[in-house]
């Protein structure tokens, strides 16, 4: 089983339980696991993290593999139908949120993880009641795609940080 990471999942790791300064071992366990072909993200989501003016996005100019690319075929044609799904549902959610959905990453991981029989992991939990905005979860749970969070991805994973003796 491999993984594919929502933005949130890096930027909270980063902010909180993950920080680079005090758990370098986190990103160096990442910077592995893709490279045993186990996990990844998306373009889009490289270019959100881009934006930021901090050591995550310093981080992930170094980490150019880790991004799958959004311009295949397949991925297209699933983003083509998450889109027009979404659509279909804008009328009963908050105003702004289809745009807000479809002008971020979210989609194309959605489209990458259905392509490929990836996992997302995302910090975002189902909400079948949710009308402010759309979720991972609930849009995964739609087109069949696993949907966890980081931590479950760890467990699945058998990570282990271990400070040397």
């Not at 170094?62 to 998450?82: C, K, M, R, V, Y």
Request: with cysteine; hydrophobic share 40%.
């Amino acid at each position: 089983m491999s993984y594919l990471l929502d933005s949130n999942t890096l930027i909270e790791a980063k902010n909180r339980y993950y920080q680079m300064r005090f758990c370098p071992g986190y990103w160096t366990w990442l910077t592995r696991t893709k490279e045993a072909g186990r996990l990844a993200s998306v373009e889009s989501v490289s270019t959100e993290l881009r934006r930021g003016n901090d050591e995550l996005a310093q981080w992930v100019t170094t980490q150019t593999n880790l991004f799958l690319p959004e311009s295949d075929e397949a991925t297209q044609g699933a983003f083509a139908e998450i889109a027009a799904h979404i659509a279909g549902q804008a009328a009963i959610m908050k105003v702004g949120a289809l745009e807000e959905f479809l002008g971020g990453a979210d989609p194309w991981l959605i489209a990458k993880a259905r392509v490929t029989g990836h996992t997302v992991v995302t910090h975002e939990r189902l909400d079948a009641n949710n009308r402010r905005k759309f979720l991972i979860p609930n849009v995964c749970a739609h087109y069949g795609v696993e949907c966890i969070n980081t931590f479950d991805m760890l467990d699945r994973l058998d990570a282990r940080f271990v400070l040397a003796d």
